[in-house]
């Protein structure tokens, strides 16, 4: 079926947003578990120049965000890089790949908020449960995500517009503190630490700076969810590029001022050793209010909507290979009564328990860093291959006109960038690509028994995914 058949027998998504609501959604999804989690364990790669780290992350997102924003103008529809990924190389298996990379970071994603949520939990209320009261909070949470998923998708989007509202202000209260409290001075400011650079391992400083900038680079994704909204946005070719690079500029300084605000109020180790390093840093900067008290719960709002956008998003991918035959048909399967994806939801929680109970039993003490750096992992992955992909399509003479088009040096500069931070060089730890291995091999074996289910059912394997259809849903 020619995409002008499908075209005739299905109708446009209605553009709804414009610049304010792509400006907010894209915001709202970069800014969310990455500093609130991850703004210690940085410290701990490079001590207090944590800012570092997060600026790199920043240029290195933003060079990308110039290639995703030449294909999303050259070809605004959802799916992003699968479509790219098909369009450039046309290897069904490959572009099923990259379609279950981006759902496995989804998963990876949720599961680091689902740490993050347990650990502000347990200092919210005082508790000492332990590691395994924080194993126990964080499966519960996930199954929460996935009771709501299956509800229904409206409610989903409702849910997550406030908690999006409530991860904004959580970080610029942090801002607003932190600049209040330097006005006020004291000894427990020191701003000499900001320059100060201290690793905890024997590394060269260049490799603990690029292990912490692989690291940071968790804060910075998200961005590359906005082009699946290609289809719903007035006007894209015109409206996107200065609308993805508002968004990521605005959270690129958003995390610089909360690493340099948090360096300068807490020392170094005590940064590193937090589970739950912003409300320490809420509570240096205005000791004795009840804000430092709050904290720790607008925290665990601000981590949900992360987990709850990348759990929807994962579910659905799952659905969408499954109604187009790369995944068995089961995993296809649409609930009677409140039209949800059951099967994909479940599956893919099923997942984040099996990601949970492995980083509690092997690598509890830095969960949180193991499940973020996985999931940058996975994406810079995707993000190399988009540097590729852009390039490639540079001889789809068809598609040409009108479209944005970054200067050739930056996909090439991007690309380098991302593999590098991807191999061991960069200084990442053994566990992240054992876990990401684990969820490739799974992808795989689905694959294959999908294959051998086609046979059985004597359903034609077809040459390409089709990548438009794999955000479909049911809702």
Not at 184 to 206: A, C, K, M, N, P
Not at 332 to 351: E, M
Request: include cysteine; glycine fraction near 10%.
């Amino acid at each position: 079926m020619t995409d002008a058949e499908t075209s005739d027998q299905q109708p446009e998504l209605k553009r709804v947003m414009g610049p304010g609501l792509l400006l907010l959604f894209v915001v709202g999804d970069i800014l969310g578990t990455g500093v609130y989690a991850l703004t210690g364990q940085v410290a701990g790669e490079v001590g207090g120049a944590a800012w570092l780290p997060f600026l790199l992350a920043f240029i290195i997102a933003t060079i990308t965000a110039f290639s995703y924003l030449e294909l999303v103008t050259k070809y605004p529809q959802a799916a992003g890089a699968a479509l790219y990924a098909h369009k450039a190389f046309g290897i069904h298996f490959f572009t099923f790949l990259v379609a279950f990379v981006v759902m496995c970071s989804g998963i990876t994603s949720a599961s680091t908020a689902s740490q993050a949520f347990a650990s502000n939990l347990v200092k919210g209320f005082a508790l000492d449960w332990g590691k395994v009261g924080i194993a126990i909070i964080a499966l519960v949470f996930m199954g929460t995500l996935a009771a709501i998923n299956l509800r229904g998708v409206s409610e989903s989007v409702k849910l997550n517009v406030g908690l999006t509202a409530v991860e904004i202000t959580g970080l610029l209260l942090v801002i607003a503190v932190g600049l209040w409290a330097f006005t006020q001075g004291g000894d427990h400011i020191d701003f000499s630490r900001v320059v100060l650079f201290e690793s905890e391992s024997e590394r060269s400083t260049f490799v603990a700076v690029t292990a912490a900038t692989s690291l940071a680079f968790f804060a910075m994704v998200g961005f590359e969810d906005s082009v699946n909204m290609a289809e719903e946005t007035k006007d894209p070719v015109r409206i996107f590029p200065k609308v993805l690079l508002s968004g990521l500029t605005i959270a690129g300084i958003v995390y610089v001022l909360v690493s340099i605000i948090a360096v300068a109020l807490v020392p170094i180790g005590e940064l590193t050793a937090s589970k739950t390093p912003l409300v320490d840093v809420v509570e240096a900067a205005a000791p004795g209010l009840p804000i430092g008290t709050l904290f720790p719960f607008i925290t665990m709002f601000a981590v949900s909507n992360t987990a709850l956008i990348n759990m929807l998003m994962a579910s659905r991918l799952i659905y969408g290979m499954a109604r187009q035959h790369v995944l068995p048909p089961v995993l296809g399967s649409v609930h009677k009564t409140r039209r949800t994806p059951w099967v994909a939801i479940l599956f893919t929680t099923g997942i984040a328990f099996g990601l949970i109970f492995y980083v509690s039993a092997f690598a509890s003490d830095k969960a949180i860093s193991v499940l973020g750096g996985t999931t940058s992992l996975l994406l810079l992955a995707v993000f190399a291959m988009v540097n590729v992909a852009v390039l490639v399509l540079r001889r789809d003479v068809r598609q040409t006109g009108g479209h944005f088009k970054t200067p050739t040096a930056l996909p090439v500069i991007g690309f380098i960038a991302s593999l590098y931070l991807v191999t061991p060089l960069s200084g990442r730890p053994g566990t992240q690509y054992l876990l990401a291995g684990i969820l490739l091999l799974i992808g795989v074996v689905l694959f294959g028994v999908t294959v051998l289910i086609n046979k059985q059912l004597g359903i034609k394997t077809k040459g390409i995914i089709d990548p438009t259809h794999l955000a479909e849903t049911p809702d």
